[in-house]
């Protein structure tokens, strides 16, 4: 928060709809008819029409503004928003700079709520997304036979560019609805599926997908360990059995940071990210030409927030943000590197370090005898042709050393 102390309530939060003032409760107009301050988009000043207050549009970047509306604190004061403007609005800007003792909200119906409304869909069972913004690739992980999905855009060549990516995965069949200017004069309805979908939209849109996924579709799968055919690598990449086994052990929870030191694909970052929408990593990768394929396999998967440090460790590692997680999964003979990482670790952080190398299983095997921690054997074999016949081909057996800081005295 950046102010110190708390005034009684003074700014409102207006959601207003394509409608204007005839769809706002009488609340909503006491409010504005009180405000000697308005502050919202050109679009929503212009739905209101003209007003006693003194009116202020908000520049780009909008947050740049917002002292403009500080400057009034104590006065009555609105900001008009879109809808609900705590549902991807601009409520959430507001609650960075003030408590929400002081602040009174009045939403109108949000776009996902209209959009609900008119397809007949219920709101809990959609995916709720804004690609306002945000990169489309974002709707990977949501693409799953049977889904449906509601997207802001406010970008009228976006649905055409979904369709294309729908039809390029093999989702040609999904249907495709896109609402446009919901709730005023100008409302408009384009159905259509992915394959035939054309048409230019209004900028003011919401897209809603029912996903239908053909033979062969490329698939997402909801658990770890994605096929490794999904990811851009050169083989150095985190194998899909010891994946599964490697994202078990550093166990994900909710809004949790990973470093992922050598981090070759990125893979074990990436699916740690679609564990939850809140979780966060950053991918530490020496090679110039494996952190630019992290980015590209972590905008593909749909976690296009993946950070990406092109250094060495440990002098990368300076100045991250703390970890509640690490995985080494190459790089780990580096000098100081697992001690670097140690170090870096709050009380209550997991470590997780693969080996394949001797040199680095004994390594692991000594600080196992000196700290503890769990150390397991990882041996995979997969059957594969031997002339006519077939056997077991086996991969290079992982060591995987795991240990919780607080577990050491």
């Known amino acids: 928060m950046s102010a110190p102390a708390s005034h009684p309530v003074w700014l409102t939060l207006v959601g207003i709809g394509e409608d204007g003032l005839d769809g706002l409760s009488p609340a909503a107009r006491r409010a504005l008819e009180q405000a000697e301050f308005l502050a919202g988009g050109a679009r929503h000043l212009a739905l209101l029409g003209q007003t006693r207050a003194q ?21 009555p004061t609105c900001i008009l928003a879109s809808g609900d403007p705590f549902h991807y609005g601009v409520g959430a800007m507001a609650m960075r700079h003030l408590p929400a003792s002081e602040m009174m909200c009045l939403p109108a119906p949000s776009a996902f709520s209209l959009t609900c409304a008119r397809l007949g869909w219920a709101q809990q069972d959609c995916a709720l997304l ?17 889904a449906r999905i509601l997207a802001l855009t406010w970008d009228g060549q976006t649905p055409r560019k979904v369709a294309e990516r ?19 004069p100008r409302e408009r309805r384009i159905e ?18 029912e996903v239908v996924a053909d033979r062969g579709a490329r698939i997402m799968p909801l658990a770890s360990g994605l096929p490794d055919e999904l990811f851009e690598h050169d083989n150095q990449i985190t194998k899909r059995e010891v994946r599964a086994i490697t994202l078990s052990t550093l166990a994900p929870r909710r809004g949790e940071l990973l470093w992922d030191i050598g981090a070759g694909s990125g893979s074990i970052s990436i699916e740690w990210m679609l564990r939850h929408p809140s979780n966060r990593a ?13 980015g590209r396999n972590a905008m593909e998967l749909g976690v ?7 250094g060495a460790a440990p002098e990368a590692l300076a100045g991250l943000p703390t ?26 952080g997991r470590l997780v370090v693969n080996a394949v190398t001797l040199e680095t299983q004994s390594d692991l095997m000594r600080r196992h005898v000196a700290m503890g921690g769990e150390l397991t054997k990882i041996e995979i074999a997969r059957a594969d042709g031997v002339g006519p016949f077939h056997g077991w081909r086996a991969a290079m057996p992982v060591m995987q050393w795991s240990i919780v800081k607080e577990s050491v005295s």
Request: hydrophobic letters at 50%.
């Open 55 to 75: 009116t202020f549009a908000w520049p780009s970047p909008m947050e740049a503004g917002f002292a403009e509306v500080l400057a009034r604190r104590g006065r």
């Open 166 to 184: 729908l039809v390029a995965l093999g989702m040609g069949r999904s249907r495709m609805v896109v609402c446009e200017a919901m709730g005023g």
């Open 304 to 310: 296009p927030e993946l950070r990406v440090v092109e």
């Open 130 to 146: 804004s690609l306002h913004g945000r990169p489309m690739e974002r709707l990977a992980p949501h693409l799953q036979p049977g």
């Open 323 to 348: 970890p509640d997680a690490i995985f080494i999964g190459g790089g780990g003979t580096d000098a100081g590197v697992l001690d670097a990482a140690w170090a870096a670790l709050p009380e209550g």
């Open 282 to 294: 950053i991918a530490i990768e020496t090679r110039a030409d494996r952190a630019a394929r992290i």
């Open 192 to 209: 259509a599926l992915a394959v035939d979908f054309k048409d230019e939209v209004d900028a003011l849109n919401t897209l809603a997908i």
